[in-house]
T-cell receptor, first 112, second 112 residues
Framework: AQSVTQLDSHVSVSEGTPVLLRCNYSSSYSPSLFWYVQHPNKGLQLLLKYTSAATLVKGINGFEAEFKKSETSFHLTKPSAHMSDAAEYFCVVDSGNTPLVFGKGTRLSVIA | ETGVTQTPRHLVMGMTNKKSLKCEQHLGHNAMYWYKQSAKKPLELMFVYNFKEQTENNSVPSRFSPECPNSSHLFLHLHTLQPEDSALYLC???????????FGEGSWLTVV
């Protein structure tokens, strides 16, 4: 069985400070992992994905995530938050033979 | 523009109405999906089609009826819905099942 836990339902940061959104996963197989972002009244947009190549994955808009097998984590980071980063972020795990499993989401607020 | 187009973007319907949501993808993908996103709930997979054949029905009530006439189009027919069916319905596509999924912007449904 596979599962995803997003450890924070809401994260608030000041503009220009680092962002850390935490995600832990559980999977019986070597998974693919994704981060999606959803801005208000929009669909989900792919930020980045890990598919067993480099463990540090770079995505769009300056985001990156590091796959740590020993910690079963795939945390999303960004060095400096922008106001436009305010959105809902979803961590997703795919073990290949079952439908994608989505986390419950983390709402990121950016304070000016 | 994600390559996955959903219409209408907003729909209000009575409980006795019949309406349909439409999804079209311009990405040449073979798999298409319907997801339901309700407030304060994880994203729920409803249906999966692969090469026009339904491969997943996630215990969805029969008042939701999907139709996939070809690999580029997916419909969700709605009949005698309940107020608790009010949600954002997201269509998505992928090259095949198990690949990265690309979402449309969603159709906001309100059942009154």
């Amino acid at each position: 069985a596979q599962s995803v836990t997003q450890l924070d339902s809401h994260v608030s940061v000041s503009e220009g400070t680092p962002v850390l959104l935490r995600c832990n996963y559980s999977s019986s197989y070597s998974p693919s992992l994704f981060w999606y972002v959803q801005h208000p009244n929009k669909g989900l947009q792919l930020l980045l994905k890990y598919t067993s190549a480099a463990t540090l994955v770079k995505g769009i808009n300056g985001f990156e995530a590091e796959f740590k097998k020993s910690e079963t984590s795939f945390h999303l980071t960004k060095p400096s938050a922008h106001m436009s980063d305010a959105a809902e972020y979803f961590c997703v795990v795919d073990s290949g033979n079952t439908p994608l499993v989505f986390g419950k989401g983390t709402r990121l607020s950016v304070i000016a | 523009e994600t390559g996955v187009t959903q219409t209408p973007r907003h729909l209000v319907m009575g409980m006795t109405n019949k309406k349909s949501l439409k999804c079209e993808q311009h990405l040449g993908h073979n798999a298409m999906y319907w997801y339901k996103q309700s407030a304060k709930k994880p994203l729920e997979l409803m249906f999966v089609y692969n090469f026009k054949e339904q491969t997943e029905n996630n215990s969805v009530p029969s008042r939701f009826s999907p139709e996939c006439p070809n690999s580029s189009h997916l419909f969700l027919h709605l009949h005698t819905l309940q107020p608790e069916d009010s949600a954002l319905y997201l269509c998505a596509s992928s090259p095949g099942t198990g690949n990265t999924i690309y979402f449309g912007e969603g159709s906001w449904l309100t059942v009154v």
